[in-house]
């Protein structure tokens, strides 16, 4: 087995396991500490494909600002256990057979397109490849993102800015 | 040695690790030495001089002081967190150091032709910040995690501060990477060589002067120092974040601290003063010869000092002293090893320099209100570093057409 496929399933391994303890502990910082390590061990698979500036992006915006927000709002709440209502223990029981159910779906996809996927990947790809796609090819979709989220902005403030 | 020719990488950046943690410790160590020294010159004081000659073995026993003191655990804290955080900050502030390249030479190690950097990444600066990104983690879990009102408000105030400043921090450098096109610390540094009129340095500290002011005030805020050190403001909140924490815990945090000064020093010389390139013109050979000679000159005055001022032991202890700088001196002076000392000199006296700014500024300044410090950063800081953005994308676009 080479480096490379022993360092994929350590971290695909650290993944899942973070993503199952996002959802099966109980207290809000820990769940959000578990996404955090979600976050990290994807960047690691992203670095594995020879996508560094997809990498680095992705800690910076997930688990550098995203998740630091999170985090915050949990302090400044100081939000306690979670609490168990009836609509959770619905979730409980209609969670498991619906996720069965997705993981199914995902599997058979992959596994009927995965010639396809082990040919495309093409190798390392430089940061300025992809930004003179972003900005060439790409102008029109990145500008309408960022407009769209300018407006989100934009309803952020008016919603926190109660008095006018 | 059958093992190294198989796995050189592997085998050559273990050792550089090892090296570079062994030098780093003992710089962290030495910076809290050099701190106290300069803030008490600056303040008509003498600073730590009993232990050892001049202080010089303060840092040694303060080790051993946070070896042996109680390690107190909270009840009411969660327990996993809370000693996660300490690791977390110093592992953290660690890492950074293995992206910073010190020198442009090629050196053998068991053989190995390597550079002097750990990990030479094409998208370096960005795993910088990446890294630096989530260091505010270490502050705002410890400060959660303690369950103390003064360890939240630190922590509370710390990942506000973080999260404002790092916007600053971010897009001052972005004029950086403007002129020189880059992401890569090495590469960066190399695209500063060259002259203008034949003598300024082409540092980008030059045409970058007000993105270098923006870096350095957010980078003072992003590692929490006086005068934005709220997170820790000993007269309203104890200590801060850290105020639950003892003994090797407390530790780790303090030197967290003194290794993202040393991160944040080291940067600012990559991006702006020109890295290990020397600030006077290479066509002047005599320059080759100025670490040996600041060696020899350290060395002469430490002899002096030792012979006039000390007695007994103290003495000794710096004549030796005096001995391995002249040792150090004369090896400087070695031909072959002129082109490889070079580099790391030059980088490790700015480096030097900016550390002692940052002295400088905690023994000048008084500290920030938090209200005076969220104005400054989102109300001055932030449309500065956009100016100069906007500023230089104009000028390089009209250069480059």
Same mark, same amino acid.
């Given at each position: 087995?080479?480096?490379? #496929?022993? $360092? =994929?399933?350590?971290?695909?391994?650290? &993944?899942?396991?973070?993503?199952?303890a996002l959802i099966l502990l109980r207290e809000p910082i820990h769940s959000a500490l578990a996404l955090v390590l979600v976050m990290m061990s994807i960047a690691v698979l992203y670095l594995l494909l020879g996508a560094e500036?997809?990498?680095a992006i992705q800690i910076i915006v997930y688990a550098g600002a995203i998740?630091? #927000?999170? $985090? =915050?709002?949990?302090?400044?709440?100081? &939000?306690?256990?979670?609490?168990?209502?009836?609509?959770?223990?619905?979730?409980?029981?209609?969670?498991?057979?619906?996720?069965?159910?997705?993981?199914?779906?995902?599997?058979?996809?992959?596994?009927?397109?995965?010639g396809k996927l082990l040919s495309a990947h093409a190798g390392a790809v430089s940061t300025r490849e992809l930004s003179t796609l972003l900005f060439r090819s790409y102008v029109f979709p990145f500008e309408a993102t960022s407009i769209l989220i300018l407006i989100a902005i934009l309803g952020a403030i008016v919603l926190a800015k109660k008095e006018f | 040695?059958?093992?190294?020719?198989?796995?050189?990488?592997?085998?050559?950046?273990?050792?550089?690790?090892?090296?570079?943690?062994?030098?780093?410790?003992?710089?962290?160590?030495?910076?809290?030495?050099?701190?106290?020294?300069?803030?008490?010159?600056?303040?008509?004081?003498?600073?730590?001089?009993?232990?050892?000659?001049?202080?010089?073995l303060q840092p040694l026993a303060d080790g051993l002081k946070f070896l042996f003191k109680e390690d107190v655990l909270p009840p009411a804290a969660d327990k996993f967190i809370y000693l996660l955080a300490p690791f977390l900050a110093f592992s953290l502030a660690l890492t950074t150091l293995a992206l910073i390249p010190i020198g442009p030479a090629t050196v053998h190690i068991l053989g190995q032709p390597t550079r002097l950097v750990i990990a030479n990444v094409d998208a370096g600066l960005l795993f910088l910040f990446a890294i630096t990104s989530i260091g505010v983690y270490g502050v705002a879990l410890a400060g959660w995690s303690s369950n103390s009102k003064y360890s939240l408000l630190g922590g509370l105030r710390s990942s506000a501060q973080m999260i404002s400043y790092e916007v600053g921090l971010t897009l001052s450098v972005v004029g950086v990477l403007l002129l020189s096109g880059t992401f890569n610390l090495s590469e960066l540094v190399e695209g500063q060589q060259g002259r203008w009129l034949h003598f300024i340095p082409r540092w980008h500290v030059f045409p970058q002067i007000v993105g270098f002011f923006c870096y350095f005030t957010a980078a003072i805020a992003e590692t929490n120092r006086v005068p934005f050190d709220l997170p820790e403001a000993e007269t309203e909140l104890v200590a801060g974040f850290h105020t639950e924490y003892s003994s090797f815990k407390f530790a780790m945090f303090f030197m967290a601290e003194y290794a993202n000064m040393i991160t944040v020093s080291c940067l600012a010389t990559i991006l702006f003063f020109g890295g290990w390139l020397s600030p006077l013109p290479a066509t002047w050979t005599w320059t080759h010869s100025i670490p040996a000679a600041t060696f020899l000159l350290c060395g002469v005055l430490l002899l002096q000092d030792a012979v006039r001022r000390h007695r007994g032991l103290r003495q000794i202890a710096l004549c030796v002293l005096s001995a391995v700088l002249f040792a150090v001196a004369y090896a400087c002076s070695h031909p072959g090893l002129i082109p490889i000392i070079e580099g790391p000199f030059w980088f490790l006296a700015k480096v030097l320099f900016l550390l002692f700014f940052y002295?400088?500024?905690?023994?000048?300044?008084?500290?920030?209100?938090?209200?005076?410090?969220?104005?400054?950063?989102?109300?001055?800081?932030?449309?500065?570093?956009?100016?100069?953005?906007?500023?230089?994308?104009?000028?390089v676009l009209v250069l480059n057409r």
């Open positions: 087995m080479s480096v490379e #496929l022993i $360092v =994929f399933f350590a971290f695909a391994a650290i &993944a899942v396991a973070g993503a199952l500036f997809i990498a998740m630091v #927000l999170f $985090v =915050f709002v949990i302090m400044l709440l100081n &939000a306690g256990e979670e609490e168990r209502t009836n609509l959770s223990r619905l979730a409980h029981y209609a969670g498991i057979p619906l996720g069965i159910f997705l993981t199914g779906e995902l599997a058979w996809f992959i596994h009927g397109v995965a | 040695m059958e093992f190294v020719a198989q796995h050189p990488i592997l085998v050559v950046s273990v050792v550089k690790i090892v090296v570079l943690l062994i030098l780093t410790l003992t710089a962290l160590a030495y910076l809290t030495w050099f701190e106290r020294k300069v803030v008490a010159h600056i303040q008509s004081r003498w600073g730590p001089y009993f232990v050892g000659p001049h202080g010089l002295v400088w500024t905690r023994g000048t300044l008084p500290r920030l209100r938090y209200d005076q410090l969220m104005n400054f950063g989102w109300k001055v800081l932030l449309p500065v570093a956009l100016a100069n953005l906007v500023v230089t994308r104009y000028i």
